[in-house]
């Protein structure tokens, strides 16, 4: 049968009004042959499940951010300390025009609403039916099981775009990327023989070889017990993944270990992705990770909140609570950080002990988009400060199987602060401090000459092992081993670089504290003046320990940087005469 004329345009129209975007090439955006590592494809899945989805738009100008980031934190610099607003930093984030115009007539042509979920709008979220998202992305979600813990999650190994809109969009997430449970557990050690008759504030250093308590960490590091006086200068410290922090338990802790301060003392709460902070630990049993495994990740968040409640003496401290809801697929540490760029309360220095154990478990574009949401905090002039993790060599947990050394995530992203682990009354770099470099960030100029002094140290060793022009980590260090704390009335030991990052964040509030009242600017993104002379020379440099894995002694410290030590350890009276107090 001949089509008049007529009728074979209407036809056409109407397949054209049906499906506008089948004329459109689909090109392949992201794939990969098969997931990470400890993941297995276990179903497909169900078509009319929704999937919460988010787009992440090309920014209009990251690299403008970067250049005004180290502008106002290089303290040569007349900018220096002059933060910027949300406002300015959307400026430089936020999508062109044609690139919204691109990107929202394709969602329409599909009726798919959407809602952008950072400040600037270059992030949106859509939510769609697996069908939807499989026939408009060329995708096959399936279902994904985490075999360790058995948690399952709906990944795709590909997704296509059409052709137009390749320069307008980064990725869409979570898709391709299989994000395992994120590290954050001490060594849980022991509980501490040692039954203290009284509380141990005046009795360091004699003791602190054996254990760290928060006396002992004011008079290694020349710590000031006198309380901050500045209200609004906030300390925040991370949790994720259902870790709490206890007031009992802090309470107990306060008055074992700081009879001089209110042993009331507490914190502010903050929750996203439906985080809380239960305070009975029966409602942790309910958890299916186990009641034995919930207690002690409790205890562990419990002393980092104690840790900094106990050493920044006086300043305010807010436990900022990710729940397991995160729409992010990155357990809520991309949503914390969304958030806190929108608030204008947010704390002068954020403190995680968290970690992913392989940056490339994230993939590259992943990792990026992250590590830039951490510049724009940092721009705001937040000290953003992580644990570097407690595999030595071999990334942020213990078991991996490596022949090159891993890079955790985000201790390579260059603009954070990475803390390592040092022990000892005269300190040594832990065997568990994890350093090395990026294998995705390259050496940023801060760190450029130390990072090719130590890479010539080392000469052909290790060879292929790792990426001499990435950038390295970690940028300092502090103790981390044989830390008492209080679990569920019971005295405790931990240790892991997750008891180090509270340790220095809690000195960096104390610092903006005295900034504050003195009327000066707060430090911001710390690491050009931690690299500049004056800031290295208020450091420790730690010169002795290695941080063995795959196979391997790791890397030694050495004078000067070095991948387990960074640039050494703190010294506060140093540190107050070389911010300018
Ligand atoms: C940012 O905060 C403002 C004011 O609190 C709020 O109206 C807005 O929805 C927030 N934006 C995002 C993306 O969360
Ligand atoms: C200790 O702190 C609590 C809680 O903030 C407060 O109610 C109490 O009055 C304080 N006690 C003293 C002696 O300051
Ligand atoms: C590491 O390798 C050893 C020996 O080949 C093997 O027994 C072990 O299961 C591996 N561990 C992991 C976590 O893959
Ligand atoms: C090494 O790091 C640099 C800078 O990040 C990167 O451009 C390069 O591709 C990396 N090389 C390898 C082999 O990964
Ligand atoms: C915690 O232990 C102390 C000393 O062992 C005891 O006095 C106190 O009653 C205990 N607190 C709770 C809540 O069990
Ligand atoms: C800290 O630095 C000061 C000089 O500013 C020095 O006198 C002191 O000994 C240092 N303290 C430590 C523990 O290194």
């Not at 395992?180 to 023989?193: E, G, K």
């Not at 958890?287 to 409790?298: D, I, P, W, Y």
């Not at 005295?491 to 964040?505: E, H, I, K, R």
Request: some cysteine; aromatic content about 8%.
């Amino acid at each position: 049968m001949m089509l008049s004329a007529t009728t074979f345009l209407a036809a056409l129209l109407l397949i054209t009004a049906a499906k506008p975007m089948a004329p459109c090439t689909m090109v392949v955006h992201e794939s990969r042959a098969a997931p990470s590592k400890g993941f297995v494809q276990s179903a497909g899945a169900p078509a009319e499940q929704e999937l919460t989805l988010r787009i992440a738009l090309k920014q209009n100008n990251i690299a403008g951010l970067q250049a005004e980031l180290y502008k106002v934190s290089d303290p040569a610099s007349k900018f220096y300390g002059q933060h910027l607003s949300t406002e300015e930093v959307a400026e430089f984030v936020k999508p062109t025009d044609e690139t919204l115009a691109a990107v929202s007539s394709w969602l329409s042509e599909n009726k798919i609403s959407s809602k952008p979920v950072t400040p600037a709008g270059d992030m949106l979220e859509i939510k769609i039916p697996v069908s939807q998202a499989n026939d408009l992305l060329s995708a096959e979600f399936s279902v994904f099981t985490h075999v360790k813990t058995g948690r399952t999650s709906i990944r795709t190994l590909q997704y296509s775009l059409p052709v137009p809109l390749t320069q307008h969009i980064e990725f869409l997430h979570p898709t391709t990327i299989f994000t395992p449970p994120l590290d954050s557990m001490p060594r849980f050690v022991a509980v501490n023989p040692a039954k203290r008759a009284t509380p141990g504030f005046d009795d360091a250093p004699a003791s602190c070889a054996s254990t760290i308590t928060p006396a002992c960490l004011q008079a290694i590091y020349g710590i000031p017990t006198t309380p901050a006086t500045q209200t609004s200068n906030t300390l925040g410290v991370a949790g994720f993944i259902n870790e709490w922090a206890n007031q009992a338990d802090l309470t107990a802790f306060l008055t074992r270990f700081r009879p001089d301060i209110n042993s009331s003392t507490t914190f502010a709460l903050e929750t996203l992705d439906g985080g809380s902070n239960p305070q009975d630990s029966s409602q942790a049993g309910t958890e299916a990770v186990g009641t034995v495994l919930v207690h002690s990740l409790q205890y562990y968040t419990g002393m980092t909140s104690k840790y900094t409640v106990g050493i920044a003496t006086g300043v305010p401290v807010t436990f900022i609570s990710a729940g397991e809801d995160a729409p992010d697929g990155l357990e809520g540490f991309l949503d914390m950080i969304t958030l806190l760029i929108n608030d204008t309360n947010r704390p002068n220095v954020l403190s995680t002990s968290y970690s992913f154990n392989d940056e490339t478990d994230l993939g590259i574009s992943v990792a990026s988009t992250v590590c830039n949401t951490y510049l724009q905090l940092s721009a705001l002039g937040t000290s953003l400060i992580f644990s570097s993790g407690d595999g030595g060599v071999s990334g942020g947990g213990q078991s991996a199987n490596c022949t090159n050394f891993v890079a955790p995530f985000p201790a390579g992203c260059p603009f954070i602060t990475t803390v390592g682990s040092t022990s000892g009354i005269t300190e040594v770099g832990v065997f568990f401090s994890s350093g090395g470099f990026s294998n995705y960030f390259p050496t940023p100029d801060y760190q450029a000459g130390d990072v090719a002094a130590y890479v010539a140290s080392l000469g052909t060793t290790y060879a292929g092992k790792y990426n001499g022009s990435g950038r390295g980590f970690p940028d300092v260090s502090a103790q981390g081993m044989l830390f008492e704390t209080v679990w569920d009335n019971l005295s405790v030991l931990a240790d892991g670089t997750s008891c180090s990052a509270p340790t220095f964040a809690s000195i960096i509030a104390l610092l903006n504290d005295e900034l504050v009242a003195a009327g000066k600017p707060t430090l911001g993104f710390l690491n050009p003046f931690l690299y500049s002379p004056a800031g290295r020379a208020a450091l420790n440099d730690i010169t002795s320990g290695i941080n063995p894995g795959c196979g391997t002694l790791g890397f030694s410290a050495s004078a000067g940087w070095d991948p387990i030590t960074g640039l050494g350890t703190p010294n506060y009276t140093a540190l107050r005469t070389a911010v300018g107090l």
